[in-house]
């Protein structure tokens, strides 16, 4: 029996032309559909379930996706939803999934505001994470700790980078997730040499320091204020084991 070439074994295993005309035939196809399918009402998104934030806040996502109602599932992707949540710095899209045939399903969190920056007669709304969330042209409506501020401040959707304003944002955000009634009392908050301080809404400080045992040190501050009244100047708890009253 004649033994055949290297040559001649390798062509065996090539696809014949007949093959590669088949397999080109079927792979234009399923592009065809594919674009067909983002082009027609056959996936036509018809519900938008957004979840992972407070209702508020899906409230106004829910508004600013509305304009995707209708469109293909397979047309709607990440950077089509970001681009309709550009205007909601404080909403941040979590994860997208397609639920076919016709919903989309889509996680957002959403930074809380926690303080208004002020500088001069301008107002922002600041977040936990010291993001900078929007301008305010009127801040009465917010009943949110002050932190008065005479630096530059960032655009909309950038992070504070002064530790004048970033600190005092941050242990707001500490506050408000330590003890819900007594950030409510709060009325400024600013940073200096000395460290933190909280000026409540009778007036009184509450000097905090460094602020590194926040929880306790808030729990012995309402102690103090509950045993001698809110009428004193401040409250020293920078050290909790030895808190301060003048």
């Not at 710095?89 to 303080?115: C, M, N, Q």
């Not at 001069?120 to 009943?143: C, K, N, Q, T, Y």
């Not at 304003?165 to 242990?171: D, R």
Request: charged share 20%; hydrophobic share 45%; net charge neutral.
């Amino acid at each position: 029996m004649p033994r055949r070439s290297a040559t001649e074994s390798q062509l065996t295993f090539l696809p014949s032309g007949r093959s590669l005309l088949v397999g080109f035939a079927l792979l234009g196809l399923a592009v065809a559909c594919y674009l067909a399918a983002r082009e027609t009402s056959l996936f036509a998104v018809q519900q938008v379930e957004v979840t992972g934030a407070r209702p508020y806040v899906i409230r106004q996502v829910d508004e600013a996706l509305a304009p995707l109602e209708g469109k293909s599932l397979l047309a709607v992707d990440d950077a089509a939803i970001q681009e309709r949540l550009r205007g909601l710095p404080d909403v941040t899209l979590v994860s997208y999934d397609r639920a076919f045939p016709h919903k989309a399903r889509i996680i957002v969190t959403a930074e809380r505001p926690v303080a208004v920056l002020r500088r001069g007669p301008e107002s922002w709304l600041v977040s936990e994470r010291g993001r900078i969330l929007r301008h305010l042209p009127d801040p009465s409506g917010w009943a949110l700790p002050r932190i008065w501020y005479p630096g530059d401040v960032p655009s909309n959707g950038t992070l504070l980078s002064d530790p004048d304003a970033l600190t005092p944002a941050v242990a707001l955000g500490r506050v408000l997730a330590a003890n819900r009634r007594f950030f409510f009392q709060v009325d400024q908050a600013h940073e200096n040499e000395n460290g933190l301080t909280l000026t409540l809404e009778g007036g009184t400080e509450l000097r905090l320091g460094a602020a590194e045992e926040l929880p306790v040190q808030l729990a012995v501050a309402r102690r103090v204020l509950t045993a001698v009244g809110s009428d004193v100047a401040y409250v020293d708890v920078s050290v909790p084991e030895r808190a301060v009253v003048g």
